[in-house]
T-cell receptor
Framework: GEDVEQSLFLSVREGDSSVINCTYTDSSSTYLYWYKQEPGAGLQLLTYIFSNMDMKQDQRLTVLLNKKDKHLSLRIADTQTGDSAIYFC??????????FGKGTTLSVSS | EPEVTQTPSHQVTQMGQEVILRCVPISNHLYFYWYRQILGQKVEFLVSFYNNEISEKSEIFDDQFSVERPDGSNFTLKIRSTKLEDSAMYFCASLRDQGRETQYFGPGTRLLVL
């Protein structure tokens, strides 16, 4: 199976919360990341979490890490149409290559 | 805020031709990376570079690929003889030092091989 797995699509209404999930297999990962990619654009780092943390909150974004289950989630509160994009989960050890999931396409309808 | 830049933004080439993709990493960064994303697929690691040598490479990075830091600012990816399957978006990234967590990505070069 894939090293980093994500569901491919998520559709929500504007104003709702979005939760994007990710699982990974390598427990030696030091950092876990969420990147956002808008159509035709590059990769924008949204947030990251160090593996010894359970949760990180940054404005509308909440990252939860369950290290035992190797499960990472990104919650976007009050989702806006501008949040429509592909969200990539990624992991690495410090300074090493990032391993990405296939991305979750978030579609926000008004 | 400093950023990683890449040129060109788009390149079209004929199969078998050589291409050079250019990146200018953030000036005080020490680690450099190339990734690629085939249309509709995930981002894949190609190679990392530190202290003027390759530190890590993936199976994708075969003899057709090479990287170079020809001067103090540019970081290049060369594909010697392009194939149709090299068509992808190529991203450069840089990292300040190994103790930092964040690789900063450039906007990408979209390569189309005909």
């Amino acid at each position: 199976g894939e090293d980093v797995e994500q569901s491919l699509f998520l559709s929500v209404r504007e104003g709702d919360s979005s939760v994007i999930n990710c699982t990974y297999t390598d427990s030696s990962s030091t950092y876990l990341y969420w990147y956002k990619q808008e159509p035709g654009a590059g990769l924008q780092l949204l947030t990251y979490i160090f593996s010894n943390m359970d949760m990180k909150q940054d404005q509308r974004l909440t990252v939860l890490l369950n290290k035992k289950d190797k499960h990472l989630s990104l919650r976007i509160a009050d989702t806006q149409t501008g949040d429509s994009a592909i969200y990539f989960c990624a992991r690495n050890q410090a300074g090493t290559a990032l391993i990405f999931g296939k991305g979750t396409t978030l579609s926000v309808s008004s | 805020e400093p950023e990683v830049t890449q040129t060109p933004s788009h390149q079209v080439t004929q199969m078998g031709q050589e291409v050079i993709l250019r990146c200018v990493p953030i000036s005080n960064h020490l680690y450099f990376y190339w990734y690629r994303q085939i249309l509709g697929q995930k981002v894949e690691f190609l190679v990392s570079f530190y202290n003027n040598e390759i530190s890590e490479k993936s199976e994708i990075f075969d003899d057709q690929f090479s990287v170079e830091r020809p001067d103090g600012s540019n970081f290049t990816l060369k594909i010697r003889s392009t194939k149709l399957e090299d068509s992808a978006m190529y991203f450069c990234a840089s990292l300040r030092d190994q103790g930092r967590e964040t690789q900063y990505f450039g906007p990408g070069t979209r390569l189309l091989v005909l």
